[in-house]
């Protein structure tokens, strides 16, 4: 069992998305989150070409106290969609810079969300299925916020003549590993 915030992060979004868009997403389709990796954007199934869908990457914050329990990183995501439909990519935006950029209050109903997710019996949360299904260390959130970078911008696929709608975003997190659902506020923040 690994710690991974953006997987919680991502589950948290899937769930928040399905709720906000039950035209596009549902839990037989819920929202793409992708890791960086070397991939073609075009490759994607396409049943799911409809659907605005996210690439994600983590990045490790320089820890600037001598306290290492509390954890600072950054979810870089890039948002796309295809031409057809730009305005559903940039409601899907707004709908996640109102969930998440809310400070404590976000990280409240994000810990809220991972409380309930947590498996009381093992106090891991389990996602996936078959093969892919993986168990993860709850964690608690401190603090969340959203950063935009380069508010919309097109972006052609190489050998390709299908054309997206992308938009950049940060998220920044503070938090801390649960002590396998004891929730201990450490104070050096």
């Not at 299925?129 to 970078?149: A, D, M, N």
């Amino acid at each position: 069992m690994i710690t991974s915030p953006p997987v919680l992060i991502n589950n948290y979004l899937s769930d928040k998305l399905i709720e906000a868009f039950p035209n596009m997403y549902s839990a037989n389709k819920p929202p793409l989150f992708l890791p960086t990796t070397p991939s073609n954007i075009n490759a994607i199934d396409n049943s799911n070409a409809d659907q605005v869908f996210a690439v994600y990457d983590r990045m490790f914050r320089l820890r600037r106290s001598p306290f290492p329990h509390c954890k600072k990183e950054q979810l870089l995501y890039y948002f796309y969609k295809l031409n057809e439909d730009p305005e559903e990519l940039f409601e899907v935006i707004q709908v996640v810079y109102d969930i998440m950029d809310r400070g404590d209050e976000s990280a409240q109903d994000l810990n809220r969300w991972v409380q309930d997710n947590t498996d009381q019996s093992t106090k891991l949360l389990t996602f996936g299925s078959g093969r892919y299904q993986k168990q993860f260390k709850p964690v608690f959130f401190y603090e969340t916020k959203i950063f935009q970078l380069e508010e919309s911008r097109d972006i052609e696929a190489f050998g390709s003549t299908s054309s997206f709608v992308a938009s950049k975003m940060i998220i920044n997190y503070d938090y801390h590993v649960q002590d396998y659902g004891n929730v201990v506020r450490y104070q050096n923040i």
